[in-house]
Structures are given as structure tokens and as C-alpha cells.
């Protein structure tokens, strides 16, 4: 199966299945010396595990992180990096029923028909149990962005049809509900919508929002790797997102051009914008100011209500999805979305680096 990596420098190959003995990740061209353990891993992997939130599925998994390689006396040594996430809890019984059926929204259709027969128990290398290690490797990303004083902060902006206040969002806020909302008004509105789908046998999808502080302008290329076409190719990878915007994204469809273009303005020497509705890229390339885009999520394919289908002999057949699944997926996928975008950008960070001979000449310069 090809396409299991992401990046060109820093590069990261997600291996294991949702219902096999594990899942893992091998992280190459990470640069040595960055201070890494285990702990650092193991907080991110909390944020997505199964059971860290009421509206996720009850699997009940500790995503304990291991590392096998690449890390010495708490740095990094700049070989590739192992992760390795045991799986302890899963019901491959569950899935029994639906062994010779398509899902609905799955891939199932998909795998089979590229490959002829397919792993059922959970999706397999389709399900979204392999985004632990995306967030594993976003972990090792995020401690290069540390110390480049480069965050990464996502958080939701809408369940269903329920969208948050922004005169009264406060991003500092986004954990005090577990839908991740920065305005808790409009979590305890999307909680009572999601609870009355749930009692309908039914999924929501959402909209998570995600703004990138600190990235100097410069990162990225101007033709086909532009900075965000890299972002929405590591967003867009994420299994249930259907869609992703920029700064104003759709809205600047609407616009004039005197109204969309952020004037600049130079203070003290350093050039700066008045406004960001570019989401802090143009022309492909990092412009200095936040970088901020949205990402739209599908509801959950797998509900328990009857949905019609075929079976693997092209033969007309009714479904019901038993078992254990998160009726909303942006919650959990928050820290994928921040995870994807750590490694898409330090990716892009390493390439820009012999951009400049004078910056070669210095670094190698004996002088």
C-alpha cells in the first residue's frame, strides 16, 4: 500500500491497524538535539484517546507511548524516531455482521474495489484510530515549533448548525467544555442538539478553526508546494474532513479586491498587515501574520439506524452499525487538526532553510 507518508525532509510513516496488535509511527529527518521523552507524547495522545470524552466512543484504551529509537538521554539524535501504541481493547466481534457489507460514508467500498477484499474489523488502515499516530508525530513536530516560540492552537467553532459568538469567544476557554467550544453559551447549545441526534440514533458533523502564531514570513514555495496547499493536503488527509478555507476562505468570493487585499504597513522596520483576510499566506509563502484556517468535518458514518446498501455480491441489503462510535468527531480530532498542521509546517520550515545562499554560506562558513 503506498501513500502511508507525509513530508519531504520531515517525514512521517504511519503503520498498524485499528483492530491489529498496534499502531505506530517512524519519524524521519527530525533534527538532533531537540529535548524529547515520552511524557511529551504521551499529554498529546491523552487529548485524542478513546474515553477522554462523554461524546466520544467508549473503547477503553490507554495509547500508552512507547519510543524504540531516535531519542538518547532526552534528546533527539537526529536518526529516525520509532513510536510504537498497543492495542488492548478491541471487539473485532463487533464488526462480524457487516463483514461481507459497504458501510455507508466508510471506505469500504473504496478498499475493496482497489484491493479486492478488505480488513472490516473497524476500517482497518482506513479507520480513525490511525490519526494516534499523526498525533504522536505532531508531538515531536510541535517541540521543533517550540523552539522556534511557534504555536499551534485548534478549537471549535461549530456543531451542526450551532456556531460559536466570536464578540464572546475566548480561545483561552476552549477546555472547560468537552465539545471544545471557546464560548460555553453555544457549547451547552450544540451539547442539547448532539444529545437529541444521539437519542435519534444519529451523528453531527462541525467546523474546527485553527491559528498558527509566531511562523516568520518566508515558509513556503510559490508554485506547487505553496505553504497552503501543503496545509490542506496534511488537513484534507484527516479521514472526515470534507473541506478547508483560509483567512476569509469562501467569503472572499463576495469581496472586492479594494476590500480582500490586507494593506501593509512598515513601523520601526518591520512590515506588517492592517488586516489578515489572506489567513496570513500569499502567493503561497508565509506573510508574518497568523496563519488561520477552518476545517469542515462530516458527521460520523457510523450510526445505528437502518441504512440501505449492497454486500460484496452487488446484492441490495439493509445495515445496521452496531458497536462503539463517536456520534461527533471534531472534539476528538481537535489535536489531529493541530497535529497534521506541526508536521506540515516544520516539513515546510526544514525546506525553506537553503532557500538562500548567503544563509548556506553562513551556517558552513568556518569563519
Not at 498496534?22 to 521523552?37: F, H, Q, R, Y
Not at 485524542?48 to 531516535?70: C, F, H, M, V
Not at 449492497?310 to 497535529?339: Q, Y
Request: charge should be negative; proline fraction near 5%.
Amino acid at each position: 500500500m503506498a501513500g502511508s507518508s507525509f513530508g519531504t525532509i520531515f517525514r512521517v510513516t504511519t503503520w498498524g491497524e485499528s483492530h491489529g496488535k498496534a499502531l505506530g509511527v517512524t519519524i524521519d529527518g527530525c533534527p538532533a538535539g531537540i529535548p524529547l521523552c515520552e511524557e511529551d507524547i504521551q499529554k498529546e495522545l491523552d487529548r485524542r484517546k478513546p474515553g477522554s470524552n462523554p461524546y466520544g466512543t467508549k473503547r477503553q484504551e490507554s495509547d500508552t507511548a512507547n519510543i524504540l529509537s531516535g531519542v538518547f538521554e532526552g534528546r533527539t539524535t537526529g536518526t529516525p524516531i520509532s513510536i510504537v501504541v498497543y492495542n488492548a481493547d478491541h471487539h473485532s466481534a463487533d464488526y462480524s455482521n457487516i463483514a461481507d457489507k459497504f458501510r455507508p460514508g466508510h471506505a469500504d467500498f473504496g478498499f475493496h474495489s482497489k484491493y479486492g477484499f478488505r480488513d472490516y474489523r473497524g476500517g482497518g488502515r482506513s479507520s480513525g484510530r490511525e490519526t494516534l499516530c499523526r498525533v504522536a508525530a505532531g508531538a515531536v513536530a510541535k517541540k521543533v515549533l517550540s523552539a522556534l516560540n511557534i504555536n499551534i492552537t485548534a478549537y471549535t467553532v461549530a456543531i451542526g448548525p450551532v456556531e460559536i459568538d466570536r464578540s464572546k469567544a475566548d480561545i483561552d476557554r476552549r477546555f472547560d467544555n468537552p465539545l471544545l467550544m471557546p464560548d460555553n453559551e453555544a457549547a451547552e447549545k450544540a451539547a442539547a442538539y448532539l444529545d437529541k441526534c444521539m437519542s435519534e440514533c444519529d451523528s453531527v458533523g462541525g467546523v474546527a478553526e485553527c491559528v498558527i502564531t509566531g511562523v516568520p514570513a518566508g515558509v513556503g514555495e510559490p508554485v506547487f508546494d505553496k505553504l497552503d496547499a501543503v496545509l490542506s493536503m496534511a488537513i484534507m488527509s484527516i479521514g472526515a474532513v470534507k473541506g478547508i478555507e483560509f483567512g476569509v476562505g469562501f467569503e472572499a468570493a463576495k469581496l472586492k479586491g479594494s476590500q480582500n487585499n490586507d494593506p501593509f504597513i512598515a513601523e520601526n522596520g518591520n512590515i506588517s498587515k492592517l488586516s489578515n483576510n489572506s489567513g496570513g499566506i500569499l502567493g503561497g509563502i508565509s506573510d508574518g501574520s497568523d496563519i488561520v484556517f477552518r476545517a469542515a468535518f462530516k458527521p460520523t458514518p457510523s450510526i445505528a439506524k437502518p441504512q440501505q446498501t449492497v454486500n460484496v455480491n452487488g446484492e441490495n441489503t439493509e445495515i445496521v452499525i452496531k458497536g462503539r462510535h463517536d456520534p461527533i468527531i471534531v472534539p476528538r480530532a481537535i489535536v489531529v487538526v493541530e497535529a497534521m498542521s506541526a508536521i506540515a509546517l516544520t516539513d515546510m520550515i526544514l525546506r525553506s532553510i537553503p532557500s538562500k545562499a548567503d544563509d548556506i554560506i553562513r551556517h558552513f562558513s568556518k569563519e
